[in-house]
């Protein structure tokens, strides 16, 4: 955290030298349209805070942006996009 600091190449290194099997998730400065390069990187998930909420935001807002992450989510684990 924050993984928008290290972004993909970073996590990608981290890998490198981490044992198999440990899970890293990107937490902090991620979104949508970010996914696909961190699941490319080895990241196992992802911990969403602004992407999903915004203060003013209503219940279909965070909903939309609900939606559109997690179709984000299965696209960039599913190599789908």
């Given at each position: 955290f924050p993984a928008s600091l290290?972004?993909?190449a970073g996590i990608a290194a981290m890998r490198a030298v981490l044992p198999?099997?440990?899970r890293i998730y990107a937490v902090g400065g991620v979104g949508a349209d970010d996914f696909a390069s961190y699941a490319t990187a080895g990241v196992y998930g992802f911990g969403l805070g602004s992407s999903l909420f915004t203060p003013g935001h209503d219940?279909?807002?965070i909903k939309d942006a609900a939606a559109t992450c997690m179709t984000a989510?299965?696209?960039?684990?599913?190599?789908v996009g």
């Open positions: 290290l972004g993909p198999d099997g440990i219940a279909a807002q989510m299965r696209r960039a684990f599913n190599g």
